[in-house]
Every structure is written in C-alpha cells, then in structure tokens.
C-alpha cells in the first residue's frame, strides 16, 4: 500500500497543525498574540474572492490551503485584475492604518500575476511603525 505523503503547511504554520485545522474553510478570528504583519489578513481577503483558498485564522500561526499559498500568484488561485481591486478594498476595510498606502499603490498592487509573497511584504512594510 501506498503511504499518503503528509500535506506541506505554508509559511505561517508550523508542521505540528493538526489535520482537521488545515481542512477548516476560510474564516475564524486571528489568534490572540499573533502578530500583525497583514499576512493574515491577505490570505483571508483572498479566500473570501476564490474557493480555491482557504485559510484557518484561528490558530496561530494561521494556517492555509493550498499550503504554499505565498508562493503563488493571484491568477493562479482564481483571480484576475479586475478581481484585484476587491482585494485591495477589502484589506483597506481590514487595515484601515495603510488605507492611503493602499490606494496609493493601486496601480502596482493590482495585478493578478503579482506573487501573494510580493503582496504580503507591501503589507509588513506599510504595518511597521514609523521611524522616529
């Protein structure tokens, strides 16, 4: 018999998610004391466009299907660029802090052949505190 190969978990998640975590569909809330780095939020805002993600929020770190989510492009989980400025309207609704930096990165960020990784580090670096 033929051994199933266990499931890869993305970066976000460590290998000891159990099963029924990674099959949960998209939704629940962020995990206390996670941090904020807008990784979370994207992967949700994209499940919440195709049915070929889905993210488990609940645990922490959050955990996604298909697991290298971060390593694709938008076009390959079903979006396109019209598609894409839904994206960027819902994160502007689940981080209003970078809201302006959102829009104002409109035309680089709305691009379903961007990488999802490419995505998340705009978010990580509009999060940061200011300098000071």
């Known amino acids: 018999m033929k051994s199933k190969k266990p499931k890869k978990i993305n970066q976000h998640a460590k290998a000891s998610g159990s099963r029924a975590a990674r099959k949960r569909s998209s939704g629940g809330v962020p995990a206390r004391g996670a941090v904020r780095d807008g990784a979370v939020e994207l992967a949700m ?42 994206l960027r309207e819902e994160l502007r609704a689940m981080l209003p802090g970078i809201a302006a930096q959102l829009a104002a990165h409109s035309q680089a960020l709305d691009r379903a052949e961007l990488r999802i990784a490419d995505y998340a580090s705009f978010l990580r670096a509009a999060l940061l505190p200011p300098a000071g």
């Open 45 to 86: 805002a994209v499940a919440g466009l195709t049915a070929l993600v889905r993210v488990d929020a609940s645990c922490d770190p959050f955990v996604t299907e298909p697991a290298d989510l971060f390593d694709r492009t938008f076009a390959y989980v079903g979006l396109d660029d019209n598609q894409m400025g839904l």
